[in-house]
């Protein structure tokens, strides 16, 4: 494949998050986050590490924008950090935050890129945990602050909104397991999360709607759900788990509501789901102008019983074949990305996709060239883009590729070990060195084709 594979205003970029690249958690009048009290929890992060410096990137944030643009990416997804803009939580908004944020959307679009920018990657502040953080109704209000607060400094300039990031993943592992911040076991607790973070994107909408051509959407951790065998029961096990992992975000964003076959899973484990009040889905619903689709593996399902530790019927199980992996240990699944995007297209029509997240942990560092041949991110990312572009072709809107992550960072409560970034990170001295992957990617981008992998030209 080497001609041009997508339309010639597609967004080719990149993405980090804010608690994850920033560092200088405690210049310019910053709060404290719940991630700055996880990561204190002794065992919670692997290696004792946290956030404090990461990739230093709140200081030198000049170098990731002349990065991209020497990439000639045309889009980067970043976040804003919440407690730099409300250190409290409610109140008081911090214009030192406003500021930083405001110079480095102006040094984005003074280059050319596209800002995509994300209203919460995770990081709330954690003077909202003393009301319950997202499992209280009112932190969707305390979002719509921050919301107002972006918004009035920044929705003239940036078209592309981001209210929440994944808000499963922060239902289950930061309310449900207690693996990531704020580290809450508590089943009722993580579907009050789920509920409370799509208001917070519905209130967030209606504010970013005020301001003309801001287009808003949620980014999904979406992960097609595949059965283990052709038996009823595995089939039924995939429909389930789909129902818990995926429609139970895109319904009510896309579809008018909860889906019932989930809502029933929930009742069955909590009781009543009286956190959705009426009216709720109407407030979340028919406000998303794109959906953000964060994608990094498949989920192959079995039927199981539900019991203790496991509140739904069934269970992820290995894949029966031999498969490849990315050095996480999570499956490379490409077709099952292509084939995601061609369900969304179907089942959602209507709705401009943008790929807000894509990648792989493959831990190559500097070789005695001083180069970083990342040759299995490269191809992951080739496959990838092919599998987008096929599904592009069967009829899929999709807007723009960012791929997760333009450097090495902080990947939550592993730390600094998994390195998924297109440009390499020294953590000792923040130098950072582009990897042949990233030269790949602006090839791509440039292009706008697919070169094979082999061969790939030296930068510049
Ligand atoms: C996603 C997160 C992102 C990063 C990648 C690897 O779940 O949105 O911050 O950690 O996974």
Redesign the pocket.
């Known amino acids: 494949m080497t001609g041009r594979l997508v339309p010639p205003d597609f967004l080719w970029g990149a993405a980090t998050?804010a608690f994850?690249s920033e560092g200088g958690l405690d210049v310019d009048g910053r709060g404290t986050s719940v991630w700055d009290v996880f990561a204190q929890r002794p065992g919670a992060i692997e290696d004792g590490a946290d956030g404090s410096r990461a990739c230093d990137s709140y200081r030198r944030w000049r170098e990731d924008v002349a990065l991209l643009a020497e990439l000639g990416l045309g889009a980067y997804r970043f976040s804003v950090g919440w407690s730099r803009i409300v250190p409290e939580g409610t109140g008081r908004v911090e214009p030192r935050g406003l500021d930083h944020y405001e110079r480095l959307v102006d040094a984005l679009l003074a280059a050319g890129i596209e800002p995509v920018l994300t209203l919460n990657?995770?990081d709330m502040p954690q003077a909202l945990m003393a009301a319950g953080g997202w499992a209280a109704r009112d932190t969707a209000a305390a979002f719509a602050e921050l919301t107002t607060a972006v918004a009035g400094r920044l929705a003239d300039r940036v078209s592309w909104w981001v209210t929440q990031?994944?808000p499963w993943?922060v239902s289950l592992l930061g309310y449900q397991l207690g693996l990531h911040a704020p580290g809450v076991t508590d089943l009722r607790a993580a579907v009050a999360a789920g509920h409370h973070m799509l208001l917070a994107h519905g209130l967030g909408a209606d504010v970013l709607h005020q301001y003309r051509g801001t287009r808003v959407g949620v980014?999904l951790?979406l992960f097609p759900c595949e059965p283990a065998s052709p038996s009823e029961d595995d089939a039924a096990a995939a429909w389930g788990s789909d129902g818990y992992v995926n429609r139970w975000y895109l319904d009510p964003l896309l579809a008018g509501g909860y889906p019932d076959d989930m809502r029933a899973h929930w009742e069955r484990a909590v009781g009543p789901l009286d956190v959705v009040r009426d009216g709720d889905e109407a407030a979340i619903g028919g406000r998303s102008d794109f959906l953000g689709v964060?994608y990094?593996t498949r989920r192959v399902m079995a039927a199981a019983e539900a019991g203790d530790g496991r509140p739904f019927p069934w269970r992820v199980v290995p894949p029966r074949e031999e498969v490849e992996r990315t050095d996480a240990g999570w499956e490379v699944a490409p077709r099952s990305f292509g084939d995601l995007l061609t369900r969304l297209a179907r089942d959602y029509p209507g709705t401009p996709l943008l790929v807000t997240?894509n990648?792989g942990v493959f831990g190559d560092g500097p070789t005695h060239d001083g180069r970083v041949h990342d040759t299995r991110r490269t191809a992951f990312l080739r496959g990838h883009v092919a599998a987008m572009a096929e599904a592009m072709d069967a009829g899929a809107d999709v807007r723009g590729y960012l791929h997760?992550?333009l450097l090495d960072n902080f990947?939550?409560a592993m730390g600094y070990r998994?390195r998924?970034g297109l440009v390499h990170v020294d953590y000792a001295t923040g130098r950072r060195t582009v990897k042949d992957s990233g030269r790949y990617l602006a090839q791509v981008a440039r292009t706008g084709g697919l070169p094979p992998v082999p061969g790939i030209a030296p930068f510049g």
């Open positions: 998050s994850q990657h995770w990031n994944e993943i980014a951790s964060n990094y997240e990648g997760w992550s990947e939550w998994p998924f």
